[in-house]
Every structure is written in structure tokens, then in C-alpha cells.
């Protein structure tokens, strides 16, 4: 028998009965016995404690001697009234103190506002210590007391603490979402879409002429019921732009002037270009030399917003 199944716990039994009739026994009960030797008074072996009860009904004069192992060591222990209490009092203790908080912690921007909550927790029945209760609902209780000062705010517990985050309306950043359209200022192919809110109407690398409505404030859901979103976005998209720029032809070697002219191209082509907008693709369709004047020519593709006046 594996030692570490007497560690757990085993029955130890005892019983006056010759060898051969012990295993015929075993055999026709299908128990599971071990260690079979030799006692004072007959055989001894070890047997699970599920057997308990099947041994002690069918062998009448059958002796339990003791429970090896952990599971020994506990029902021994049970059977004393004041263990049985200390372990209730035990449990009934770290039930109380696991579902008590006994601190609120505050962080905000405002000393006047984390005392402004802590009156209103008080006011509550929220005053530490207390049994711990749903958080949501007392911060959704706190937000409409005090819905006029906290523009934000946040409760998560740690332990036996309860953490309250805010931010008074004073310091916060209110952003006001509205239902106007996306619509296109310009011809262009859709490159990419930077949509927090808003039904698109279009899809990548789909071509859309300026008046087009690319983003509306209108979903239809399963049911065919057209429900009213906020818009807020933008619509970046492959534009096209040609460039003419041109220099009077002085002392400077021709591939000097041609590098001039091809930055002043460049700056005309990135006038009101704001980061992410960029120049995607630059082509030179002439470099001319005329009459004392030099000029070019440039085809550029930009990527740009195209939902936003420029």
C-alpha cells in the first residue's frame, strides 16, 4: 500500500479469522483491503474508510482499532464538542470579517469633494465598518446624489477597502456627442475609418464623390427598427492634387533647381495636412526649361480626412 494513502486515512481492523477464510470473505464482498499481518487476537489489515460500515455489518466480532492519516486525526477531533464549536466560531468569524469593509478610500481633484462623499456615504449607512454590499448599486446612489458636482466616477474593492476615483465637473472634459453626418468634402477612395460612433455607409477602397453621406446617425436592428446613434469620427481617404511650381533660371546647375523646385512642390502639396494626413505618392510628369524659366509639373496622392471642411 502506497504510504501516502495511510497519510489520508485508513481504517486498521482486526479480526479472528483464519487467512483463508479472510480472503474468501474479501473476494465475495469485493472489498479492498492491505497490509494483512499477523495481531494480538487474529488478522489485522487496513481497509478504506468507505468499507467502514460493509466490515463492521459483516464481521461481527471485527475490532476498529484506529483511522490512520489526516481523516484520522480530524474525526478525533470532532468528537469533541468544543473542537466542533471552535471551528464554527472559526468559520462564522472569517465569513464576518471576509464580508466586512473597514476603510473608504478617496481620490479625486478636490479635498472639498472627498468630503462632500464621505458625508454622503455617511448619510448612507455606508460609514466604516460595514457589511460589504453592492457596489454598483451605491455608486450608481452616490452618482445621483451628487450628479451636480461628480462628472466621473469609479468604486473597486481591495481587500477589506472599498476605493471610490472622481472627478469633479469643474475639472472634467465633457465632451458633447451630436448626430450630424459624416459627409465627403471631396472626391476620394476610402483609405481608413477612425469611427467611435455612427452607422458607416461605405466600406474600404469604395470611390465616393463629395456631397456623399459616408457615416449617418441611423442603424436598423434585427427587428427593422431604426434606432438613433451619436456621430463622431473621422474618415481618412486617397485624394489627388496637382502641383505647378516654377523658378527663373540663374547660376544654379540644373539638378540644384530641380531639387528646389520639388521641395516648394512638396510644401504646396502639404498645406493644411494635418498628422495622421499625409502625402501618400509623389510623380513628376515634366521638368521643363523655358525661355530663362524653369517648371514642374507634380501629381501627388494624399491621404486626408476628408469628412472635415479644410
Known sequence: ????????????????????????????????????HNGKHGLRFYAPLTQRKQI????????????????????????????????????????????????????????????????TLQDMGYEPPFFDHDMQQMKAEIKKRLENEIAWMEVYQEGSRYHIQFTTKEFADIET??????????????????????????????????????????????????????VKGKVYAYTWKEVHVEMEAGKLPQAFAFYQLLFEARRHASEGLHDPERIAKENILQFHDNAGTISMDLHYTLIEDITTPK
Open 177 to 230: 456627442l451630436g448626430h450630424d453626418q459624416l459627409i465627403a468634402q471631396k472626391d476620394g477612395v476610402i483609405e481608413h475609418f477612425e469611427l467611435q460612433h455612427g452607422n458607416k455607409l461605405v466600406a474600404i477602397n469604395d470611390f465616393v464623390h463629395a456631397g456623399d453621406v459616408l457615416v449617418n446617425d441611423v442603424l436598423s436592428d434585427s427587428s427593422q427598427t431604426d434606432q438613433e446613434l451619436y
Open 1 to 36: 500500500m502506497k504510504r501516502k494513502e495511510l497519510r489520508v486515512g485508513m481504517d486498521l481492523w482486526e479480526v479472528n479469522l483464519q487467512f483463508q477464510q479472510l480472503v474468501r470473505l474479501v473476494r465475495t464482498q469485493n472489498w479492498r483491503i492491505y497490509e494483512i
Open 56 to 119: 463492521a455489518n459483516t464481521l461481527e466480532h471485527a475490532h476498529h482499532i484506529k483511522t490512520t492519516g489526516m481523516l484520522g486525526f480530524l474525526i478525533r477531533q470532532m468528537r469533541r464538542p468544543s473542537r466542533v464549536l471552535c471551528v464554527l466560531c472559526a468559520i462564522a468569524v472569517w465569513w464576518i470579517l471576509s464580508h466586512t469593509i473597514f476603510a473608504v478610500v478617496l481620490s479625486g481633484d478636490q479635498e472639498e469633494s472627498k468630503v462632500l462623499i464621505s458625508q
